[in-house]
């Protein structure tokens, strides 16, 4: 979509979509196109993708820490009653 059409969907200025855009961009999450005048953007699905794994792993990580924590609390508490 253009960003004129995008703006209009969000209560913020044409500018400041624009400046989202740059940042969701250069975090490889939208790709944009020059057609003639217009710059169209679009999700990038291997950006989403990246973001999608990242995440899976940041809360795989958590959990297992977690689950060692919650262990370990529970052996201590086991041997000292």
Known sequence: M???ELARE??????AVSQHLKILKDARLVTDEARGRLRLYR???AGFSSLRDY????WT????AFAKHVEARTTRSRRNP
Request: proline share 20%; aromatic share 16%; glycine share 0%.
């Open 2 to 4: 253009p960003v004129v």
């Open 10 to 15: 969000f209560p913020i200025s044409r500018p």
């Open 43 to 45: 999700l990038d699905p």
């Open 55 to 58: 995440f899976d792993q940041f």
């Open 61 to 64: 990580d958590a959990l297992d």
